[in-house]
Structures are given as structure tokens and as C-alpha cells.
Nanobody
Framework: QVQLVESGGGSVQPGGSLRLSCEPSGSSVAFITMGWYRQAPGKQRELVANQIKNRYTNYADSVRGRFTISRDIANNTVYLQMNSLKPEDTAVYYC??????????WGQGTQVTVSS
């Protein structure tokens, strides 16, 4: 069974940076889409950024210009570089991947906390 393993979360001050990584384990599979979602307490899970077909990139309006998504296609690894972090970015960040059979996979999440 494919598992997505996130890393890179932690606590930073406003204006700081973090880089999240998502690497699959288990059986190998090619993904058409990889991306990141986040969920804060009392909030619905929302899309942060994703890449489709290694060609199309989407960003939430709230992070555009501050976050950058990138992929290592050979290793099916996706990264999220987060700069100029704000307290409202505090959330659990989840990696999501979709294979060519339209099966979706989710990581267990990594906590990001931004506070003074």
C-alpha cells in the first residue's frame, strides 16, 4: 500500500521560512497530481498548492507569491517552500497524490506553527 510521508514542519516566527517534503513509501506508483492541503482547528481542509501533469500549477490566493511547490518526478517527491510565513498559516499540512487510475492518497500531516 502506498503511503505518503511528510516532513519539515515545525515552529517559526512570523516572516520565517519552512520547507515541507512529501515522499512516498511502499509500492511504487506514478502520480498525475501531487499537492498540499492544510487544516487549521475549526476550519475545513483547504487546497494550498498542487501540480497537475508536471505542467500546471495552482496556488491558493492566500499563499500566492509566498509559497512555491516543486516536484522531483523521478522520486515522486513534492516540496512546499514556504516563505514570509504568517500566523494564519498555522495548520496541519497534508500531502495528497492522485495516480493515473484516479486513486487518491493522503499523508498523515505535519504541523506548522507560526507565532511570535
Amino acid at each position: 500500500q502506498v503511503q505518503l510521508v511528510e516532513s519539515g514542519g515545525g515552529s517559526v516566527q512570523p516572516g520565517g521560512s519552512l520547507r515541507l517534503s512529501c515522499e512516498p513509501s511502499g509500492s511504487s506508483v506514478a502520480f498525475i497530481t501531487m499537492g498540499w492541503y492544510r487544516q487549521a482547528p475549526g476550519k475545513q481542509r483547504e487546497l494550498v498548492a498542487n501540480q497537475i501533469k508536471n505542467r500546471y500549477t495552482n496556488y491558493a490566493d492566500s499563499v500566492r507569491g509566498r509559497f512555491t511547490i516543486s516536484r522531483d518526478i523521478a522520486n515522486n517527491t513534492v516540496y512546499l517552500q514556504m516563505n514570509s510565513l504568517k500566523p494564519e498559516d498555522t495548520a496541519v499540512y497534508y500531502c495528497k497524490a492522485i495516480d493515473w487510475g484516479q486513486t487518491a492518497y493522503w499523508g498523515q500531516g505535519t504541523q506548522v506553527t507560526v507565532s511570535s
